[in-house]
Structures are given as C-alpha cells and as structure tokens.
C-alpha cells in the first residue's frame, strides 16, 4: 500500500458533497475475503469511484454487527486496546552520557506536557486524551487510523489533529498511476444509496511516506488547509484497507458459531414444548367429557373444541413460566368400570441437555482469543485447572501482551513524531505509552509498576 500512496494535483477543496451509486455487482459473502469493488461517486464537478470496502461497501459495518453480539470478541478487543494504551501518554527527553568509562549511555528523563508551553495548547485543543484511546480502538479493529490534521492560515503548523472514525472512512479509487487524491467520509455507507441523496464528503489524501517538510511544501503550493495521512499496521497484499489478524475469526465464521449458540438456545427454551413432550388424545375423552351433547355437535364444532383443548395444553406447557402449573384432565370408566384418562402426556428424554453446545461455545471462543492474540487467563476466561492456580497465569499473559505491545504503539506514535517535526517541537523529545507491569507482591507490595516502552 505504501509504494502507491501520493497524489497528483487538486481536486476540489475538501468541502464537495457528493452523490454516491454502490456499484452491487458483487453478492454478500463473509466466508472469504472479497476483492474491492467501486462505488460510484458524483458531484458537482467531478465524478469518482470509491473503492469498496468489502462487498457491498460494507465490510465495517458488517462486522461490528457480528461483534456486538459476541463477548469474547468484544472483551478480548477492549482488553488489548487498553493494553495498548496503557497507563496512557508520555513524554520523554533523550540524552547521552558518558559512563565514566569513555561509553555514551542513553539517559531517558520524563518530562512534563505543561513544561512545553507549545505542546501543552496543542494537547490541550486536540484534546490528545480522548484522540489517543480512539486512535487505538480503530487500530486493534481495523488496523488502520485516519488522523485528520488541521493547519493554519499560513501552513507552516498543524494547529489541531482530529480522528475520523475508521469505519466511516474509504479510499478514493488509485487512478493509472496507483495514487490516490482523496479520503471519502460517511456515516451511511452501509445503508441504501439513492441517487438524490447526498451526504458524503471527500477530505485530501497525503501519503504516510511523505516526510513533514514534504508535506508542508506540497500543502503551501495547493492551498491545502486539512489532509488526513493514514496509520496502519503493516500489511501483506492488501491495495487498500488492511485487514487485521484478528479477523481470520471472523472469516472462519468461528464469530458467527459462537453466535449462533445463544440465538438456538433461546429458540430451545422459547419452544421446549415441542421438544420435551408427547401428547396424546383419545376421542373419547371428549365423548365422555361433553356426554350426551357431543354427538349433537357438527363436524366444526368438535373440531372448535379438540383445538381448544390443544391450546390449552400448549399454553400451560409452553415456556419457563409455566414451569410449576398444572393440567387437570377428566378421568372415565371404560365397559369394565376400570379408571382411565383421556390424556396421556409424557415427558421426552432431552436429548439437549443444559450443557448441549457449551463445549462448542468454549471451542469457538478460544480460536477467537487465539486470533485477537489474547491469553483467555487475562479474561478469567481460562479452563479450571491448566492454570497456576493463582493470580500468576494472568500476571505472565499481561505482561506478555505488554511486551508484544511495542510495534503497535510505535504506529500510534507515528502521529505525534509527524506533529512534532512538522511543528519544530524539540527533537530531542520521545513520545511513549506507559506500560502497567504486574508483579508478585514480594518482590512490589502495590503489585504493579510502571515503564515506557521507549
């Protein structure tokens, strides 16, 4: 993706409205990963192609559906997002000193937002706090950021960076040259287009490749204000929109088996009657319940009163608040004055125990762990018993989750290194986020402590 990004001129000011066609030539599917399609874009004085994310344009969507309803995916993705972020941003200056033994040591002291007047309003105004654990939560869904950066009147700053939501962005289509001029936003891609509406905005695209001095000579040319410069995890063969590790669940359909659990459950106890129960009639029960009047009753009426008598039973049967009632049946003599009933219920060995399709679920939920790359101890998710017993199983998975956090916050860095040369903020300066390392409390009696990953 990186070797296409760039961009080769104007085209309108970041403000156009458009018009936008999905082309639907494509069929829903999530069971493989989909080519991207076009979508067709109009506007006042120009037409474009957005390329597709997934079929149908509705890849995001699509797949925070699914999520939604599935915990361990929910969970696991909340777990490695604060993971990710840790004990939050820091600052640090770097130096280098002499050990005393003629060798340069490097010296990392943290320092103080509020001691840089400069980055302190810029923190301030980006309200970096909130622009930070957003920016994480898009990388660990979707593995890709779209940071929006705001400069000022003469250019040689960025005055603000907001985030666009991942799920709302998509790439202008790459023309013959493979570059791509603009970022497309919309809350609405996922619904149904129609060829009056218009509620799509185009934003400039700036290659991530660019250096800050680069960007700023190309933006003072073009008159650009705002540009969005995207972050994202390393890629494979993706021209577009990464997709991320995690996903293999979701295209494996384990997300959706684990789904499907609770909704056949639900079903279960809904309509248990039909499982859990054989009722049998016998028509002289309603000879000997109506006596001498049913033989008056027409074909309908008779089949008025056994259909009664059916929804009777149906009804006390039916569901869990009916689990303490009873049903009363008349009982008649037959020829030798021997007691009989008319109805005979009688309970169906369930084949669906409580238990039925737990081992599933569990199943489904450690191959999404797996694909997220969360240990399930860290969840209290772990099987009884393969664990140490105590808090140490998920002391190790933290921290290991902590150590392997590193390539993932050196792209959410990527923002602020870009800000900070852009702006000429001292270069001596590192950004970091902290990490949160659990320990066992004779060796720190608060049982954690911290470190940037610097």
Known sequence: ??????????????????????????????????????????????????????????????????????????????????????????????????????????????????????????????????????????????????????LSNDYNLISKVKRQKTAHCRFEVMDEKGLIKNIWISTKWHKSVELDSVYANDVRFISPDWSPEEVKEYCKKNKIQNFIRPIFYAMLDESYYPIATWHSAYYSKWIDVANSIPEFKKALFENQMNIKFHIEIDEEYFQNKYKETWDDFSDDEKEKKRQLFVLFIDDNLRGNKNAATSIWSMIYKDDEGKPMSGLKITAIDD????????????????????????????????????????????????????????????????????????????????????????????????????????
């Not at 760039?6 to 493989?32: E, F, P, Q, Y």
């Not at 309003?121 to 970096?128: G, I, Q, R, V």
């Not at 409580?354 to 099987?383: C, M, N, R, W, Y």
């Open 351 to 454: 084949k669906l125990k409580d238990g039925a399709f737990l081992p599933d679920g569990k199943v489904a939920d450690e191959q999404i762990f797996l694909a997220i790359g969360i240990d399930a101890t860290v969840l209290s998710a772990g099987t009884p018993g393969m664990g140490a017993g105590s808090g140490s199983d998920k002391r190790v998975a933290w921290n290991i989750l902590s150590a392997r956090s590193k390539p993932k916050r050196e792209t959410t860095l990527e923002v602020f290194e870009f800000i900070q040369q852009y702006n000429n903020w001292p270069p001596e300066l590192l950004g970091a986020f902290e990490d949160t390392q659990l320990q066992t409390l004779d060796i720190n009696p608060t049982g954690s402590k911290k470190a940037a990953n610097v």
């Open 1 to 150: 993706m990186r070797e296409n990004f760039g961009d080769i001129g104007i085209i309108g000011n970041g403000k156009i409205k458009a018009v936008v066609r999905l082309n639907r030539s494509a069929t829903n599917s999530t069971s493989k990963v989909v080519e991207p399609t076009k979508v067709v874009v109009h506007t006042e004085n120009k037409k474009g192609a957005i390329a597709s994310w997934g079929t149908n344009n509705k890849h995001p969507q699509e797949l925070l559906e699914s999520i939604r309803k599935n915990a361990a995916t929910t969970s696991g993705l909340s777990a490695v997002s604060h993971n990710h972020y840790g004990g939050g941003f820091l600052l640090f200056e770097e130096t280098f000193v002499d050990d005393g033994n003629g060798n340069t040591k490097r010296q990392l002291i943290q320092k103080s937002i509020r001691q840089f007047p400069k980055i302190d309003a810029f923190f301030k105004l980006s309200n970096m706090k909130r622009f930070h654990k957003e920016t994480v939560v898009d990388l660990e869904y979707f593995a890709i950021g779209f940071p929006e950066y705001v």
